[in-house]
Each structure stands twice: as structure tokens, then as C-alpha cells.
């Protein structure tokens, strides 16, 4: 005769539920190791739009997650020419998720749809709109995550402190109070151990305005900053006591801008 389930001790019929258990998940088509997992998990690579009021700004979205289980991720605007931010906070709920950049002083809020390929909700960005607006995401991949860009050395020509004007023309928003303006600028240009760049930008005038430069990168006579919170990136080539480059501001075509030297750190 066969052994009944019922005489079996307390701890055999446990072990005994839970194998029965594994080989009905496996039937089911179920893995016991995903099992419990969300669907809605965001890692991935997203490409959507931002609803502005006057157009749709394109937006990407890398996350993953690293061999720590922390969520790490980047934002990109390409219509701005805007790539790679790195994102200063992520969690993720189970069919949410909550996303900002201090660097760019903006925030995504939004809810995973049950089958994991759409996000919606809405952003806010204290640089380019203080109102929060729409932003629609979908799956398009897997993450991809790049280096973010890390300054070098520069000489001690570069060093010091250098003002310049800029004339801006029609920019991708009708409403950009810089729009068809000229603002000075300081750029204050520092060596740190090794000689590694670093420096703030300074909007001259009211009100005034330091952001921190992301990066500082050198070769050879040729000189690049961003500021990347700013949406401000700068090239120029050292001639004497100015630079002569370019200027770029958020969604705005490059313009001349001439750095003239008139001090020191």
C-alpha cells in the first residue's frame, strides 16, 4: 500500500507541498526564480515626448540596475542636443516610478502600464518650465548607459577669469525670456590637483547666477567647458588674452563669443 500524505510528519508534508508547488510552476510555464517579479520592472532604454504647450519635445530614458540592485539611469533631450544626464534618483514601485536630475533641476513622475512598455506622467523642469507638463514614454530596448564625460588638465594660459557677451537669436521656445538678448557672462576657470579644470559660469547683471561647469576638457589650444544644468556649452581656441569659439545655449543655433581675460583666481 502507498504511503498516505496524512501520515507523514509535520516537516515531510511541508518539504512535500513545496516540491509539488515547484513542479506546478514549472508546468505552468512559470520559473520559480522570476516568480514574484514585476512585469513592470522599468529597466530599459525609453524614447517618448514632453507635451510642451507650443510642441512635443523628443526625451530619452536609459535605467538599469547595477550589480548592487541600485537603479542607475540618464536622460536625454535630443532636440536640444541635450545627451546622457545622469540621473540623481530613481525608485521604483511596482507600477511606478519616480525620476529627477539635480543637475538639470527636473523631475519625472509616472506609472508603468501593467505590461511594462509604456510610462506615463508628468515632468517638471525648473530651467525650461516651472509648470509640470505631460511626458509619454515607451520601451524601445535595452539600456544603454554611457561614460559621462570627465574633465582633463588644462595649462595655466587657461587659468583665470574671462568675460564675453552673447548675442542670442530665436531659440526652440517662442516664450525663452533670452531669446533675441545679449547677456554677459564670467567664466572662471580653475587647477585643481593635477592641474584637473574646473570652474562657474557667472550671468553678469540681475539677477546674478553661478552654475558649477560639468566638465572642463583642453587640447592643445583649443578649450571646452559645459554647463550642463545651463544648457550652456562653450569652444574656443586661446589667441593672447582672449578665446574665440562658439557658443551654444539650450535649442539655440552656435554664435560667435569672444572670452576676454581680466583677471586672475
Same mark, same amino acid.
Given at each position: 500500500?502507498?504511503?498516505? @500524505?496524512?501520515?507523514?510528519?509535520?516537516?515531510?508534508?511541508?518539504?512535500?507541498?513545496?516540491?509539488?508547488?515547484?513542479?506546478?510552476?514549472?508546468?505552468?510555464?512559470?520559473?520559480?526564480?522570476?516568480?514574484?517579479?514585476?512585469?513592470?520592472?522599468?529597466?530599459?532604454?525609453?524614447?517618448?515626448?514632453?507635451?510642451?504647450?507650443?510642441?512635443?519635445?523628443?526625451?530619452?530614458?536609459?535605467?538599469?540596475?547595477?550589480?548592487?540592485?541600485?537603479?542607475?539611469?540618464?536622460?536625454?533631450?535630443?532636440?536640444?542636443? @541635450?545627451?546622457?544626464?545622469?540621473?540623481?534618483?530613481?525608485?521604483?514601485?511596482?507600477?511606478?516610478?519616480? @525620476?529627477?536630475?539635480?543637475?538639470?533641476?527636473?523631475?519625472?513622475?509616472?506609472?508603468?502600464?501593467?505590461?511594462? !512598455? !509604456?510610462?506615463?506622467?508628468?515632468?517638471?523642469?525648473?530651467?525650461?518650465?516651472?509648470?509640470?507638463?505631460?511626458?509619454?514614454?515607451?520601451?524601445?530596448?535595452?539600456?544603454?548607459?554611457?561614460?559621462?564625460?570627465?574633465?582633463?588638465? @588644462?595649462?595655466?594660459?587657461?587659468?583665470?577669469?574671462?568675460?564675453?557677451?552673447?548675442?542670442?537669436?530665436?531659440?526652440?521656445?517662442?516664450?525663452?525670456?533670452?531669446?533675441?538678448?545679449?547677456?554677459?557672462?564670467?567664466?572662471?576657470?580653475?587647477?585643481?590637483?593635477?592641474?584637473?579644470?574646473?570652474?562657474?559660469?557667472?550671468?553678469?547683471?540681475?539677477?546674478?547666477?553661478?552654475?558649477?561647469?560639468?566638465?572642463?576638457?583642453?587640447?592643445?589650444?583649443?578649450?571646452?567647458?559645459?554647463?550642463?544644468?545651463?544648457?550652456?556649452?562653450?569652444?574656443?581656441?586661446?589667441?593672447?588674452?582672449?578665446?574665440?569659439?562658439?557658443?551654444?545655449?539650450?535649442?539655440?543655433?552656435?554664435?560667435?563669443?569672444?572670452?576676454?581675460?581680466?583677471?586672475?583666481?
Amino acid at each position: 500500500m502507498g504511503l498516505k @500524505i496524512w501520515e507523514l510528519t509535520k516537516a515531510d508534508r511541508e518539504v512535500c507541498m513545496k516540491r509539488l508547488f515547484v513542479v506546478a510552476l514549472i508546468f505552468l510555464g512559470v520559473s520559480p526564480l522570476t516568480f514574484g517579479q514585476s512585469k513592470s520592472a522599468p529597466a530599459g532604454h525609453w524614447e517618448g515626448v514632453i507635451g510642451l504647450p507650443n510642441k512635443q519635445l523628443q526625451v530619452t530614458m536609459d535605467l538599469a540596475q547595477n550589480d548592487r540592485g541600485e537603479w542607475t539611469g540618464s536622460l536625454g533631450l535630443p532636440d536640444l542636443d @541635450i545627451r546622457d544626464f545622469a540621473l540623481s534618483k530613481i525608485v521604483v514601485k511596482p507600477d511606478s516610478v519616480v @525620476i529627477d536630475t539635480s543637475e538639470m533641476l527636473s523631475e519625472f513622475s509616472g506609472d508603468l502600464s501593467s505590461d511594462g !512598455t !509604456t510610462m506615463k506622467g508628468e515632468w517638471a523642469c525648473a530651467l525650461l518650465r516651472a509648470v509640470p507638463v505631460p511626458m509619454q514614454l515607451k520601451r524601445a530596448g535595452d539600456a544603454v548607459l554611457r561614460p559621462q564625460p570627465q574633465s582633463t588638465p @588644462i595649462s595655466k594660459e587657461f587659468e583665470g577669469i574671462w568675460e564675453g557677451a552673447v548675442k542670442f537669436g530665436e531659440t526652440w521656445e517662442s516664450d525663452d525670456p533670452l531669446a533675441g538678448s545679449t547677456v554677459r557672462f564670467r567664466v572662471s576657470l580653475a587647477r585643481g590637483r593635477n592641474g584637473m579644470g574646473s570652474g562657474v559660469l557667472t550671468r553678469l547683471g540681475e539677477p546674478k547666477v553661478n552654475v558649477l561647469l560639468s566638465w572642463v576638457e583642453q587640447k592643445g589650444a583649443s578649450l571646452r567647458f559645459e554647463a550642463r544644468s545651463a544648457g550652456t556649452s562653450y569652444v574656443g581656441e586661446l589667441a593672447g588674452d582672449e578665446l574665440r569659439g562658439e557658443w551654444r545655449q539650450f535649442g539655440s543655433d552656435p554664435v560667435a563669443a569672444v572670452l576676454k581675460r581680466v583677471g586672475t583666481n
